[in-house]
């Protein structure tokens, strides 16, 4: 495997352009994406209902980079399994960054449907009319569906491979470029500036490597042409006498701003991961509001706790141990912590007084933008890890950033 090769496949999915297939059973959402991919990533037959779960492919596209493609069930399954599948495909509409809506003829009151569904959420839509080698007037069809849908859409056929190159091109045009090209370090830094990154390696640090929010800001200010010196907290007093004037940024682990908060220079900045990620892949003045609602709990209160990750926790772990026993430090033990993990998450929040997210290191940023949109329509605070823990410290406004 070449260096490119295996650079191309180490990039998270979470940072790639999501990419769905929707449509109804059997007009060859599958095809679709096996001529798109050149692969057969998905299975393809003529019985209806062939795929079950989103299938998940991760390819290049040139010049928009990295793409997770996603196919989906058809959305007309019918039955328990196929409401089933239906869940699943309806869990994949608050992650996909753009939509390729596969029709095999003029637009039926399903295809409507999940339109509206795609364009509440603001998606980007590429409209495919598939299967157009079998059709008598593609023409003609695809003036229909302009009609229904108002979206021109691009003839093709997986089986010929006619129009494949136009629907590649499609995609690239309604690209939402700026999701796979926002700055982690933003306006932070500059070229040349040194920069400190301060990072615990406990033990649920992953063994022999790095947590992505600390590989992904490195691999960031390195793209922004800073100079970077990493080190541990109980040697951040000697990585500070090694550098010749204070660094102009020092970014730490929201568990360790304490001891880092009492050793930073005041020239330098200080911030965390956390709240880099929550401002990539979130809204952080959304979140810096949200923890506010933190000096208003009472022991009678009930948060909830929420991982991207679905990780075996350890012990001392940041969400479910140290979090909570902070909290109820500072409320009373009564307090009530609910913990959901991965992409669990309750379609009911009212119940909650206060949301406390993660950094969503493994989310793209469309699925934790529609998390905070789903808390703000019910009337529930959110916010992440470092805010809380910066709120609970007294910090959170000596922070860049926050």
């Known amino acids: 495997m070449d260096n490119a090769t295996s650079d191309f496949n180490a990039t998270p999915q979470a940072t790639r352009l999501h990419v769905a297939i929707y449509g109804r059973r059997n007009v060859g959402k599958s095809s679709i994406i096996n001529a798109l991919t050149g692969q057969q990533v998905s299975l393809v037959a003529d019985v209806p209902g062939t795929t079950t779960d989103p299938v998940r492919r991760a390819m290049e596209l040139h010049p928009i980079g990295p793409c997770l493609f996603i196919d989906t069930a058809g959305f007309d399954d019918e039955g328990v399994v196929g409401s089933l599948r239906n869940k699943r495909t309806r869990e994949v509409l608050a992650q996909t960054d753009l939509a390729l809506l596969v029709l095999d003829g003029p637009a039926q009151p399903d295809d ?19 299967q157009v080698d079998k059709q008598p007037d593609p023409d003609g069809i695809a003036a229909q ?22 629907v590649r091109q499609a995609i690239i045009l309604a690209s ?18 040194s920069v400190l990154l301060v990072m615990p390696q406990d033990r649920q640090a992953p063994k022999g490597r790095l947590i992505l929010p600390q590989v992904q800001t490195i691999r ?13 907290p109980d040697q951040m007093e000697h990585a500070l006498a090694t550098l010749r004037q204070p660094p102009a940024l020092v970014i ?9 908060y009492r050793l930073c220079p005041e020239e330098s900045r200080l911030t965390s991961f956390s709240i880099l990620m929550a401002a990539w892949k979130g809204d952080l003045a959304v979140m810096l509001d949200g923890a506010k609602a933190l000096d208003t709990l009472t022991p ?17 772990d940041i969400g479910r141990e140290k979090i909570p026993a902070l909290l109820r430090k500072r409320v009373g033990q009564s307090l009530q912590v609910d913990v959901v993990a991965g992409r669990d998450f309750p379609a009911d929040l009212t119940g909650y007084d206060v949301i406390i997210h993660c950094g969503a290191c493994m989310f793209n940023r469309r699925y934790m933008l529609s998390r905070i949109r789903q808390a703000q329509q019910q009337g529930v605070p959110i916010t992440n890890y470092g805010l809380t823990i ?9 922070l860049h950033g926050a």
Request: aromatic content about 2%.
């Open 112 to 130: 409507k449907a999940w339109l509206d569904l795609l364009q509440q959420q603001e998606t980007p839509i590429v409209v495919v009319l598939n």
């Open 145 to 166: 569906i302009k009609a229904q849908l108002g979206i021109a859409p691009v003839l093709a056929s997986a089986t010929t491979g006619m129009g494949i190159d136009d």
């Open 176 to 193: 939402p470029q700026a999701t796979v090209e926002r700055s982690i370090t933003g306006d932070m830094v500059k070229p040349g500036d």
């Open 220 to 232: 960031d200010l390195l793209d922004n042409g800073c100079i970077i010196t990493c080190c541990t």
């Open 252 to 260: 730490t682990d929201s568990q360790v701003f304490a001891e880092v």
């Open 300 to 316: 009678q209160s009930r948060v909830l706790i929420a991982e991207a990750c679905t990780h075996a926790p350890l012990s001392e």
């Open 390 to 398: 910066a709120h609970l410290k007294g910090i959170l406004r000596s």
